[in-house]
T-cell receptor, first 109, second 113 residues
Framework: KQEVTQIPAALSVPEGENLVLNCSFT??????LQWFRQDPGKGLTSLLL?????REQTSGRLNASLDKSSGRSTLYIAASQPGDSATYLC????????FGAGTRLTVKP | NAGVTQTPKFQVLKTGQSMTLQCAQD?????MSWYRQDPGMGLRLIHY???????DQGEVPNGYNVSRSTTEDFPLRLLSAAPSQTSVYFC????????????FGEGSRLTVL
């Protein structure tokens, strides 16, 4: 059974800082890894999708990397802003996507 | 763009009642799924479908039924609601079985008294 772990559970940083969120998974035989953000009381918004043949994806200030052999992915956020405050979730798998518990990020002005 | 639409957004049930959570997508996606989100438990997959007429169980299927008669719709039925089914339910869809981004609806908050 795939287990997905996200560290840290919570993170508070001052505005402008670059930061890294971590996601680890136990079964490296995955099709996709996807990063989401969730605002309080809202649904999940897709940030980046990395297919198993890819090593990284970039969108604006976000960069996600995937190392299947070590069972790890990182989400790098450059020049953080208060609007980045949210919970960030990673999910891995195929038809049965497994989610981590998330990292709650607070960016202070 | 509508994307993934869930109804109702809020529902209160009494123990033993049945109800259906509706999910519709307008992106012609083959894959649809239902998750529940509970504090401290993260999102857990209930059921999923890879196309009309095809459904399969996820991690926590007990107490829930699904069917997929059309590509667009994937309703989730609670047969006899229990307080343990109090949760926020999310429907999601993507283009194919293992392809494309997973898109989520806004969620349905269910309380079972």
């Amino acid at each position: 059974k795939q287990e997905v772990t996200q560290i840290p559970a919570a993170l508070s940083v001052p505005e402008g800082e670059n930061l890294v969120l971590n996601c680890s998974f136990t079964d490296s035989a995955i099709y996709n890894l996807q990063w989401f953000r969730q605002d309080p009381g809202k649904g999940l918004t897709s940030l980046l999708l990395i297919q198993s043949s890819q090593r990284e994806q970039t969108s604006g200030r976000l960069n996600a990397s995937l190392d299947k052999s070590s069972g790890r992915s990182t989400l790098y956020i450059a020049a953080s802003q208060p609007g980045d405050s949210a919970t960030y979730l990673c999910a891995v798998g195929d038809n049965d996507m497994r989610f981590g518990a998330g990292t709650r990020l607070t960016v202070k002005p | 763009n509508a994307g993934v639409t869930q109804t109702p957004k809020f529902q209160v049930l009494k123990t033993g009642q049945s109800m259906t959570l509706q999910c519709a997508q307008d992106m012609n996606h083959e894959y649809m799924s239902w998750y529940r989100q509970d504090p401290g438990m993260g999102l857990r997959l209930i059921h999923y479908s890879v196309g009309a007429g095809i459904t399969d169980q996820g991690e926590v299927p007990n107490g829930y039924n699904v069917s997929r008669s059309t590509t667009e719709d994937f309703p989730l039925r609670l047969l006899s609601a229990a307080p343990s089914q109090t949760s926020v339910y999310f429907c999601a869809s993507r283009r194919g079985q293992n392809t494309g981004e997973l898109f989520f609806g806004e969620g349905s908050r269910l309380t079972v008294l």
